[in-house]
Each structure stands twice: as structure tokens, then as C-alpha cells.
């Protein structure tokens, strides 16, 4: 139903996201898309760049006095350092400096410029480069408005950075966590755990090392029923952990405690299904984050992604120089030393984007008047039939 295409080099004059599928009649401003932007540009550990970076959207199609029209959403964010490059990016005059011709470990650059026959690595940089993420961030954000009409929020937090482990992870994601991870400067909400976090980063930066870790995304008030199990691609899970895998850098996810589950007995893992006159059909503990055969099952949908550090090294790796096939330290370019609290903010862009596809597909409408409806017509069904106690939208 949704489909999303970005564009653009990190240096070059913008990024672009067409987000086409949306419903007409959606309340949309700048300010909505520009406070997710704002929230992704935080973080210690972040480099210059960011603070180059005012990261303001401009919306160039598909929205018109406040509200979607039902075609495709243009968002178009500057890249204010374009400034800086106008030679070096000219898309007609050739122009010197900036290249890369020793490949970073961990980049894109080597295996990119194989493919694409690019022997100066910028021209793979410029698009492999995180600076895309701001892109997704701008679509997911409209994704995000959308879900909220029907009472589902986004909620995320760091919980490991390096060594350091927050005691929140695990913990259910509430909004006062996501506040107080909103809070700290590394987005994670236990003040004790953000401060060694925050030295451990400093001390990172100090030794020209960078750093990992991981992040906690759930989503509230998902109604039972998306996603599916009669087509493997068509799963709840399978399309979240995609999307997840999708921001760089983000090499393991997990839904629920996947990865725990593995090593406990099935009567620890499966979460028992109750039933009260009170509550309706409950379940006590999430161990599956609220998806069971790739269907959402009205439980909080809880994912948790790994992120690997950095890798740009201001104490460069070993690689090797193009040119003159010696060994030699790799390039370096401007670069984060820590970016799990930025990936965090992109984690919940992208679940966003995940979930209104999943909603549209289920409701199915063309104007939100008309998606609204098909809720509570699916509302009504869930109550008659399942006894479901919640009030969904
Ligand atoms: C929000 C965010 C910011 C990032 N910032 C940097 C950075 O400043 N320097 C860097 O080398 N890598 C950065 N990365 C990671 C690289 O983009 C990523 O590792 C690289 O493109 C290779 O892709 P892969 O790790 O998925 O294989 C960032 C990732 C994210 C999600």
C-alpha cells in the first residue's frame, strides 16, 4: 500500500523521500516532520556534521492546507553543507579533492566500488553514508501521525552502549521511559547508566575508537491482526526485522526475547493465554513481543536491534591504497564516534513506516475519514465476536 523511495548524497544539495499511499485527509505540518528530525540529530557522540545540520523539511508535494491529498508526498530535507562541497559534488564539472582511495573496513566502500567499478570510494560514500537515514526519519514521522489517529504510539530507548548495560532494558516501554530516554543524551532513561554510557563514549572518542550497542522500539495499541502467517513474506515479523536490518549498521534484531527464548524451556517462553470478565483475553507476560505466527496479537510489539560501532576510525584500520596497492591506514571522513541514540529515532521511523503499511492493508481506504470507519467497524467485530476489552481507536 505504502511505498517509499529516498534520494540523495550525504554532500550532495538534498535528500529527498516520496511516500506514496497515504490517505487523503491526513493533518500534516513541517513542524510534525521537523521535531523527528531534531530528535535524530541528537546524541553525544555525534560528529561536526550534525551540527552543520539544521535538518529542516520542506514539503514539496502531496500536502495542501495541512492535510494529504491522497498523492504522493514529496518531504525534501537540505543538506546545508552542500555549501562546502559545491566542486567536489558538481554533477557536471569535474572537480578534485575529497577522494577515497583507501576503502574503510566496515564501509561500504570496497565491496561498493567493485560493484559499481567506482574507483574513488566517494562515489559509493555519498549514498551508502547514514546521512539517507534522515530521509526515512522525515517519512516515517508522517507514518508516525498517522498511527496516533488510531492510538498507536512509538516508543524506543538505548539500552547497551559498548560494555554498558542499561537496567531498563527488557523493562516495558512506557511513556515516561521513552521521556526519560528522550531526557539523556544518549536516550537512555536510567540517569546512572546514561552517565557511564556518556564516559564511555568521551573515552571512546579520546582513544579514536568508536562504539555499538543496542536499542529497545515498541509500538503500543496495535490491534490484533496484522501482518500474516498464510505467506511468508507477508509476516508481521519477517517485514519489522527487515526494516529494522534496513538502517546501516543494524546487524541483529530481535522480536521480543528471541534471542533468550532460545535457551529457556517452552513453559517459560510461550505466553499463557487468560481470560477475565474484566479484561477479556490477557496474556501476563510479552515474551513473544506481541506477534505469534507473524500476526500482531494486540500485545505491545517489542523489537530490540544491535548496532555495530562505528566504522570510521579517526585511528584508521589497516586497507589498502588503490592506486598503489600498498597497505595502508584507511581514509578517514568526518564521522560519529557512538550513533545508537540517532539509530534508536531511526528504528522508530521505520517500525512507523512498517506498521501504517500493515494498518492500510488491513483497513484498506483512500481518505482517513474512510480508514477510520473500516476501524471501528474491525473494532466492533473484535468486541462482538472476541470479547476484546480495549477501545482501539
Ligand atoms: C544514525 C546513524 C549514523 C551513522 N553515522 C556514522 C558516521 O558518522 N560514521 C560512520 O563511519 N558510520 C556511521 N554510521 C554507520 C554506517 O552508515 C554503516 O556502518 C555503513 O554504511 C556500512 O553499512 P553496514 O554497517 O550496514 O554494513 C551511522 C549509522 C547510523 C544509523
Not at 545508537?340 to 481506504?365: C, F, M, R, T
Request: hydrophobic share 40%; glycine share 10%; aromatic share 6%.
Amino acid at each position: 500500500m505504502l511505498r517509499l523511495l529516498t534520494a540523495g548524497e550525504s554532500h550532495g544539495p538534498a535528500l529527498i523521500a516520496i511516500l506514496e499511499g497515504l490517505p487523503a485527509g491526513l493533518e500534516i505540518t513541517q513542524a510534525d516532520i521537523d521535531k523527528e528530525l531534531q530528535r535524530r540529530r541528537r546524541g553525544h557522540g555525534r560528529g561536526a556534521r550534525m551540527a552543520i545540520e539544521s535538518d529542516r523539511v520542506r514539503i514539496v508535494s502531496g500536502v495542501r492546507h495541512g492535510k494529504t491529498l491522497g498523492s504522493p508526498v514529496t518531504l525534501m530535507i537540505e543538506n546545508r553543507d552542500h555549501q562546502n562541497w559545491l566542486g567536489i559534488m558538481d554533477p557536471e564539472l569535474p572537480g578534485e579533492g575529497k577522494e577515497i582511495r583507501r576503502p574503510r573496513p566496515g564501509h561500504a566502500d570496497l565491496a561498493g566500488g567493485m560493484k559499481y567499478n567506482h574507483r574513488d570510494f566517494r562515489n559509493v560514500l555519498e549514498r551508502s553514508s547514514a546521512r539517507e537515514t534522515a530521509a526515512r526519519v522525515s517519512a516515517g514521522a508522517i507514518c508516525r501521525k498517522f498511527l496516533g489517529m488510531f492510538g498507536i504510539r512509538i516508543y524506543s530507548q538505548v539500552v547497551s552502549i559498548g560494555e554498558v548495560v542499561s537496567p531498563t532494558r527488557g523493562q516495558k516501554l512506557t511513556p515516561e521511559l521513552h521521556r526519560r530516554a528522550d531526557a539523556s543524551p544518549v536516550r537512555c532513561p536510567d540517569e546512572q547508566a546514561s552517565a557511564r554510557m556518556v564516559e564511555a563514549v568521551d573515552r571512546a572518542g579520546k582513544e579514536g575508537e568508536s562504539l555499538g550497542g543496542s536499542f529497545e522500539v515498541a509500538a503500543d495499541n496495535v490491534p490484533p491482526g496484522l501482518g500474516s502467517y498464510v505467506q511468508f513474506d507477508r509476516r508481521l515479523d519477517s517485514r519489522l526485522a527487515a526494516a529494522l536490518m534496513g538502517v546501516p549498521a543494524i546487524k541483529a534484531v530481535e522480536i521480543g526475547e528471541g534471542i533468550e527464548a532460545a535457551a529457556q524451556p517452552g513453559s517459560f517462553v510461550h505466553d499463557q493465554i487468560r481470560y477475565s470478565a474484566a479484561d477479556g483475553i490477557f496474556r501476563e507476560q510479552n515474551t513473544a513481543g506481541g506477534i505469534e505466527g507473524g500476526v500482531s496479537n494486540g500485545e505491545q510489539v517489542v523489537m530490540r536491534a544491535y548496532m555495530k560501532p562505528i566504522p570510521t576510525l579517526y585511528r584508521p584500520l589497516t586497507s589498502v591504497d588503490i592506486e598503489s596497492w600498498q597497505e595502508e591506514k584507511a581514509d578517514i571522513e568526518r564521522s560519529d564516534t557512538c550513533a545508537v541514540p540517532a539509530a534508536s529515532v531511526v528504528g522508530e521511523a521505520v517500525i512507523s513506516l512498517v506498521l501504517a503499511n500493515e494498518l492500510l492493508i488491513k483497513l484498506g481506504g483512500d481518505s482517513v475519514d474512510e480508514v477510520i470507519g473500516n476501524y471501528r467497524n474491525y473494532e466492533g467485530y473484535l468486541k462482538k465476536v472476541w470479547k476484546w476489552k480495549r477501545t482501539l481507536y
